[in-house]
């Protein structure tokens, strides 16, 4: 494995793991945050999440990884699992290293 790619697996692991506290805590889990499949549905059948959750989720990322989503249906897209939120936070902290 390349150091890029380890260096993008970790960031991924990282964001991951801080997603995954926000949603166990939300959700008042007593698995493993481990356990929590990133790609099952965030909403609905999944864990059913609902709208105040939403709201937490938005405020973790604003506040742990600086990312604001103007734009309401890229938002709700990238709300789909934890790993849909991932990418967004990913892609977000990408646009900013390469603006700065």
């Known amino acids: 494995m390349t150091p890029e790619m380890e260096r993008r697996l970790a960031q ?15 959700l ?5 945050l481990d356990e929590l499949d990133p790609d099952t549905a965030l909403f ?3 864990f059913g999440l609902d709208s105040l959750d939403a ?14 989503v103007a734009e309401t249906w890229l938002l709700r897209g990238s709300m789909r ?7 967004l936070v ?3 902290e990408g646009a900013r290293h390469v603006a700065g």
């Open 28 to 32: 008042h889990h007593t698995r493993e």
């Open 81 to 87: 699992s934890l790993n849909t939120l991932v990418d």
């Open 55 to 68: 709201v937490e989720l938005v405020v973790c990322l604003e506040a742990d990884f600086g990312v604001k």
């Open 44 to 46: 609905g059948s999944g």
């Open 12 to 26: 991924r692991e990282r964001v991951l793991g801080r997603l995954r506290e926000v949603v166990a805590r939300q």
């Open 90 to 92: 990913l892609e977000r």
